[in-house]
């Protein structure tokens, strides 16, 4: 095995950092008393690119664009730039380049300690969309509550399905959210009740941010729909199942969403993902025409889910699972997504539906996991849990692993507050 080129950031070369030299995700983040601007995760460290930039160490094409709110400038600036600018910070941080490691007064603005720091939603996102795209969750979802022998919809394995969803209240990982209240329809009752959420649950997803735009009524091919892809994050599509069940017909889910959607503070870009390409899933049938692909379009990203009842010394993980095993790719998604003449924006964020598996431990939410609540989960200290209660913290986190390092997306928390 060859080792992983390092960092002179002892930090990122441990080996079980999410962000070694050969990530260098982007987010946006503020040190004490200063503007959002943009950084690069590096170890426990977070380099800043608008020092960089004054400094005159960044690509030319990029200058003005990292002291900014949201990553929506840089990303406009199109795939060249990106790559650019990803090699001279790659080159500045390497252990073999004393460019900034060796200026002192410089290397002291340019890195925050990121427990210094708060993190921002890296994207200003004007759409949001969610899928529904494995096939595990979907047939686990299917045999609760349809006849198990045809648990899949007839269209389920001809499209990929989706719906849009609420870009206004997609919140950063820390960003605690209240319970919501809506409409319930309990069973034996002639009409609803209106009531806070019952049975509160997460969602574990992914999720890829559109760096390229496309024009109204020109659809992107499965071909070339990863030059339309910026970077990935983990993504929390929290999940009010009581609502939901009696909203959803006709026309789907709706404030069993909107009430808030999680993502992690840092966009690992694609470029960082590549090593981590896999083929992808066998499909049957054939998918339409426009749905084929070439080319690997699956990704090797191990995830899990923890959960922390308010007062509880350590989270229990209560998932693991794995994101390449998709039916859907994200290259399908963005195909299908385009195909009627829908543009897509800088920024768009596309959900790729819950990521789960085949056992109870490999599901990527609560209601596959204990069955709607029938069979609880026992936690480490011995609590149980049925669905999400007030003062629970979910945390999901995601990386890929190298040969002796990883890629990874941190975490995305969120605490759950009674509803109001």
């Not at 609880?376 to 007030?390: N, S, Y």
Request: net charge negative; glycine share 10%.
């Amino acid at each position: 095995m060859t080792a992983p080129k390092t960092s002179w950031v002892e930090s990122a070369n441990d080996g079980q950092t999410h962000f070694p030299l050969q990530n260098l995700p982007y987010g946006i983040f503020s040190p004490a008393g200063g503007a959002p601007r943009v950084g690069v995760a590096i170890g426990n460290q977070i380099l800043d690119l608008a020092v960089l930039d004054d400094a005159g160490l960044l690509p030319a094409a990029a200058k003005g664009a990292f002291a900014a709110p949201s990553l929506n400038r840089f990303i406009a600036l199109g795939k060249p730039v990106w790559t650019e600018t990803r090699e001279r910070v790659t080159a500045l941080l390497s252990a073999d380049d004393s460019k900034l490691s060796g200026d002192a007064a410089l290397r002291g603005k340019a890195l925050v300690p990121m427990s210094a720091a708060t993190l921002h939603l890296p994207v200003e996102i004007p759409g949001y969309t969610d899928f529904y795209s494995s096939r595990e969750h979907a047939t686990n979802v299917g045999r609760m509550f349809r006849d198990p022998e045809n648990a899949l919809l007839p269209n389920w394995l001809e499209i990929p399905i989706g719906y849009n969803g609420r870009a206004s209240s997609v919140v950063v990982s820390g960003t605690a959210l209240h319970r919501p209240n809506g409409q319930i329809k309990l069973p034996n009752e002639a009409r609803p009740v209106f009531s806070p959420c019952r049975k509160l649950d997460y969602e574990l997803e992914m999720a890829f941010i559109v760096g390229k735009p496309s024009n109204l009524g020109e659809p992107v091919s499965t071909a070339d729909a990863p030059a339309h892809m910026f970077g990935l994050v983990i993504l929390n599509d929290w999940s009010a199942r009581d609502i939901q069940q009696w909203e959803y017909v006709p026309l789907g889910p709706f404030n069993s969403k909107t009430f808030g959607t999680s993502i992690s503070p840092w966009v690992v870009t694609m470029d960082a993902l590549e090593p981590f390409r896999r083929d992808n899933p066998a499909q049957s049938p054939e998918p339409l025409p426009y749905l084929q692909q070439q080319g690997r379009n699956a990704y090797d990203i191990d995830l899990e889910v923890a959960l922390q009842p308010e007062g509880a010394a350590a989270a229990s993980t209560v998932c693991r699972t794995n994101f390449k095993a998709m039916y859907w790719t994200m290259a399908q998604q963005l195909a299908h997504h385009t195909v009627s003449g829908c543009n897509v924006r800088i920024g768009d964020l596309m959900g790729s539906g819950t990521i789960s598996g085949t056992t109870s431990d490999s599901c990527g939410s609560l209601l596959e996991t204990t069955r709607n609540g029938a069979e609880p989960v026992t936690l480490a200290d011995g609590v149980k849990r049925g669905f999400i209660e007030d003062g629970d913290t979910v945390i999901m986190s995601g990386w890929c692993q190298g040969d002796g390092y990883r890629v990874g997306f941190g975490e995305v928390t969120g605490k759950i507050l009674p509803a109001r």
